[in-house]
C-alpha cells in the first residue's frame, strides 16, 4: 500500500478513532449551548448525509453583535438514480415546510436536499424521512455517494433494467456501520461490533468521496465521464449485452494549485455480465481505498490515484483483484446531454413531463408556483418524480388516462407556460448551491445566474442565438459541484463578484474547456461574450457547436 499511516491527514486520524462513525455525535446533539457540533463531528456527520453550515448574509452582523454564527445544517437524501414516489414526495414537502428553509433542492446528482435546517431539528427530519423508507446515509463524506442513472424511462427501452444497477451498487458500497440507526434513529447500540465489520471500508473508508454514474447512449445526462467510476451501457437489439467501464473522472480543482485538476474518466474496457460489472465497480473502490493519498486531501480522488499509478497499471491491478480480465472496449456514441423538456411517451406508453426547474430550487415565487404545483400532483397520485442531473424534475410513470389531470395542473399553476418559454440557453444551465450556505463559495451561482441570462439573453438574441443550445454553467469556486469544466461556457468563481471564463468543452460531455480569462466581473462577462458570440455566429460551420468552434479558433 503506498499510503504513509505516519503521515495522515487530521480526518484520516478522526475516521480511525470515530467508533465506526459515532465519534461523539450524540453529546454534540445534545449540547443546546451551541447551534454548532463538536469540531470532530463535523467531519462524521457527512457521512450520515449532513453538512454543517451558517447563514454566510448573516456573518458580519452577527460578529458584530458577538453573537456565534448562525449555525444550520443541510440533508441530502441518498437516492440511486433519483426517484420518489407520489408519497414520498408529499411527505418531503411538508419535511421541508417544517424543518427547512421550505426550499426542496434538486442536486446535480440526482436526488434533493433541504437547507436551514436548525440542530434541534436534525433528529427529527431524519426520523420523519425514515418513516418513508428514506434515508441520508452515505449521500456525503468518504464513501461512494449517490449513485447517479439517466433519468428519462423513454430513453430506452432497457431503461428500467439498467436503472436497477444504481439501486444494486448503492447498496453493494453501503458502509455497514449501524452508527446511523444509533444516533438518528435511537436504534439499541450493537453488542458485537463484529456483526458490522466492513470488508469495504474497514475503519478507514475511502481518502475522499467517491462518485459513480451510468450512462444510456446516445444520451448523456449524467456527465458519465465526470465520475471516479462511469458505467456505459451497451445495448444491441434491444439488449443490454453489459457494460464499458470508465475510471478517473473528477472535476475538483484549487485556485493557484496547479497540482490539482480536472480529469475525465479513461475508458478501460467492457464487462458482459452484471457479476463482472458488480464486482469490477467494488475492486475499483478497494485500490481507491488501498492506494489513495490519505495525507493531502487535494490529491485524494481517485483521479490522481490513476494518474500516479498510470493507467496500465491500474488496469492490471483491477484485472488481478477482480480474477478476470476486461474484455476490450464496445463503441458508443453520445449526442445528447440536455433534458428533453415536455411530454414524451415511453415505450410502456406511459406519459412524462419534465419540468423546467432553475438551478434545482423547487419553491413558488413571483414567476411560477412549482413546489405547490408538484404537491398537487403527488397529491393526485397520478405521476412518480425523477430528479435529472441537470437539476430538474421529471413526472414520470404517467398512465394515459392520467395524462389530462396532469396537464390540467400544469397549466393551472403555470408550470406549462414556465417550461415552454424558458430560452434555449437557460434551460441547459447548471449552478451550484454556493452562497449563502455553502461555506466553501468565493462567489454567487445559484442566486446570481438567472440574473446573468436574462442579462446575457439580448446579446444571444443580436447574434441570433437565441436556439442555440450553448450549454453554460457556474460555480461558486473551483470545487466543481456543477461541473463548469465540461461545459461549453463555464464560470468559476475567484471572489464576489468575479468568475474565471472557461472555454471549449463539447456539448456532449467527452470534453474538459480550458480557462479563458480571468476574474472577469459581469460587464467583463457580458463584453468577452458578446464578442466571442458575434464570431460564432458569422464564421462558424454548419452544425458546429459554441465548444467546437472555440477549439478550432484556438481561443484557448
Given at each position: 500500500m503506498s499510503t504513509n499511516q505516519n503521515n495522515l491527514s487530521p480526518v484520516e486520524r478522526i475516521k480511525q478513532n470515530s467508533d465506526a462513525l459515532r465519534g461523539t455525535l450524540k453529546k454534540s446533539l445534545q449540547d443546546n449551548a451551541t447551534g454548532a457540533l463538536r469540531e470532530d463531528d463535523q467531519s462524521l456527520m457527512k457521512f450520515h448525509g449532513m453538512y454543517q453550515q451558517d447563514d454566510r448574509d448573516r456573518r458580519e452582523e452577527r460578529s458584530a453583535k458577538k453573537l456565534e454564527w448562525l449555525y444550520s445544517y443541510m440533508i441530502r437524501l441518498r437516492l440511486p438514480g433519483g426517484f420518489l414516489n407520489a408519497e414520498q414526495w408529499k411527505a418531503l414537502h411538508h419535511i421541508a415546510g417544517d424543518h427547512s428553509t421550505g426550499v426542496i433542492k434538486i442536486t446535480t446528482r440526482q436526488t434533493v436536499q433541504l437547507h436551514g435546517i436548525l440542530k434541534s431539528h436534525v433528529k427529527p427530519?431524519?426520523?420523519?424521512?425514515?418513516?418513508?423508507?428514506?434515508?441520508?446515509?452515505?449521500?456525503?463524506?468518504d464513501v461512494n455517494r449517490n449513485v447517479v442513472c439517466n433519468a428519462h424511462p423513454r430513453q430506452s427501452i432497457l431503461h428500467e433494467e439498467i436503472f436497477r444497477y444504481a439501486d444494486r451498487i448503492s447498496q453493494l458500497a453501503l458502509p455497514k456501520t449501524r452508527a446511523y440507526y444509533e444516533v438518528w434513529l435511537d436504534e439499541q447500540p450493537i453488542l458485537?461490533?463484529?456483526?458490522?465489520?466492513?470488508?469495504?471500508?474497514?475503519?478507514?473508508?475511502?481518502?475522499?468521496?467517491?462518485?459513480?454514474?451510468?450512462?444510456?447512449?446516445?444520451?448523456?445526462?449524467?456527465?458519465?465521464?465526470?465520475?471516479?467510476?462511469g458505467l456505459i451501457a451497451i445495448v444491441e437489439n434491444d439488449k443490454l449485452l453489459g457494460f464499458n467501464?470508465?475510471?478517473?473522472?473528477?472535476?475538483?480543482?484549487?485556485?493557484?494549485?496547479?497540482?490539482?485538476?480536472?480529469?475525465?474518466?479513461?475508458?478501460?474496457?467492457?464487462?458482459?455480465?452484471?457479476?463482472?460489472?458488480?464486482?469490477?465497480?467494488?475492486?475499483?473502490?478497494?485500490?481507491?481505498?488501498?492506494?489513495?493519498?490519505?495525507s493531502d486531501r487535494k490529491q485524494a480522488r481517485l483521479k490522481y490515484?490513476?494518474?500516479?499509478?498510470?493507467?496500465?497499471?491500474?488496469?492490471?491491478?483491477?484485472?488481478?483483484?477482480?480474477?478476470?480480465?476486461?474484455?476490450a472496449a464496445r463503441s458508443f456514441v453520445f449526442t445528447q446531454r440536455r433534458d428533453d423538456y415536455g411530454w414524451y411517451?415511453?415505450?410502456?406508453?406511459?406519459?412524462?413531463?419534465?419540468?423546467?426547474?432553475?438551478?434545482?430550487?423547487?419553491?413558488?415565487?413571483?414567476?411560477?408556483?412549482?413546489?405547490?404545483?408538484?404537491?398537487?400532483?403527488?397529491?393526485?397520485?397520478?405521476a412518480n418524480f425523477r430528479f435529472t442531473c441537470n437539476q430538474n424534475v421529471i413526472l414520470s410513470d404517467i398512465q394515459p388516462?392520467?395524462?389530462?389531470?396532469?396537464?390540467?395542473?400544469?397549466?393551472?399553476?403555470?408550470?406549462?407556460?414556465?417550461?415552454?418559454?424558458?430560452?434555449?440557453v437557460r434551460k441547459s444551465a447548471i449552478a451550484c448551491v454556493a452562497f449563502n450556505t455553502c461555506p466553501l463559495a468565493l462567489a454567487e451561482a445559484q442566486r446570481y445566474l438567472p440574473v446573468l441570462i436574462s442579462k446575457l439573453e439580448p446579446v444571444l438574441a443580436?447574434?441570433?442565438?437565441?436556439?442555440?443550445?450553448?450549454?453554460?454553467?457556474?460555480?461558486?469556486?473551483?470545487?466543481?459541484?456543477?461541473r463548469p469544466y465540461a461545459a461549453e461556457?463555464?464560470?468559476?468563481?475567484?471572489?464576489?463578484?468575479?468568475?474565471?471564463?472557461?472555454?471549449?468543452?463539447?456539448?456532449?460531455?467527452?470534453?474538459?474547456?480550458?480557462?479563458?480569462?480571468?476574474?472577469?466581473?459581469?460587464?467583463?462577462?457580458?463584453?468577452?461574450?458578446?464578442?466571442?458570440?458575434?464570431?460564432?455566429?458569422q464564421q462558424r460551420n454548419t452544425g458546429e457547436t459554441f465548444g467546437d468552434f472555440a477549439i478550432r479558433n484556438n481561443w484557448v
Open positions: 427530519t431524519i426520523k420523519a424521512f425514515n418513516t418513508m423508507q428514506l434515508d441520508s446515509i452515505a449521500a456525503c463524506g458485537n461490533k463484529e456483526e458490522e465489520a466492513d470488508p469495504l471500508y474497514q475503519d478507514r473508508y475511502l481518502p475522499r468521496k467517491f462518485k459513480i454514474g451510468i450512462a444510456i447512449p446516445p444520451y448523456n445526462d449524467v456527465d458519465v465521464f465526470s465520475n471516479d467510476v467501464i470508465a475510471a478517473g473522472g473528477g472535476l475538483s480543482t484549487t485556485h493557484g494549485n496547479p497540482n490539482t485538476y480536472a480529469r475525465m474518466a479513461t475508458v478501460l474496457g467492457f464487462t458482459d455480465t452484471e457479476e463482472k460489472t458488480l464486482k469490477a465497480v467494488y475492486e475499483i473502490i478497494t485500490i481507491q481505498r488501498d492506494f489513495g493519498n490519505r490515484t490513476i494518474d500516479k499509478m498510470g493507467v496500465p497499471e491500474f488496469k492490471a491491478e483491477l484485472e488481478k483483484r477482480c480474477g478476470f480480465e476486461l474484455e411517451q415511453d415505450h410502456k406508453g406511459n406519459w412524462n413531463y419534465t419540468v423546467f426547474t432553475e438551478n434545482g430550487r423547487v419553491l413558488d415565487d413571483d414567476k411560477v408556483a412549482l413546489k405547490t404545483a408538484l404537491l398537487e400532483v403527488a397529491k393526485a397520485g397520478a388516462e392520467r395524462r389530462q389531470q396532469v396537464e390540467e395542473l400544469l397549466q393551472q399553476f403555470g408550470i406549462i407556460t414556465h417550461t415552454d418559454e424558458a430560452g434555449a443580436k447574434h441570433g442565438l437565441s436556439e442555440d443550445e450553448i450549454s453554460l454553467r457556474m460555480t461558486g469556486c473551483p470545487n466543481g459541484c456543477g461556457i463555464g464560470l468559476i468563481g475567484t471572489a464576489y463578484g468575479l468568475y474565471n471564463l472557461h472555454l471549449g468543452g463539447d456539448r456532449f460531455g467527452y470534453r474538459l474547456n480550458k480557462k479563458y480569462k480571468e476574474n472577469l466581473d459581469e460587464p467583463a462577462i457580458l463584453q468577452e461574450l458578446d464578442t466571442l458570440f458575434g464570431q460564432y455566429s
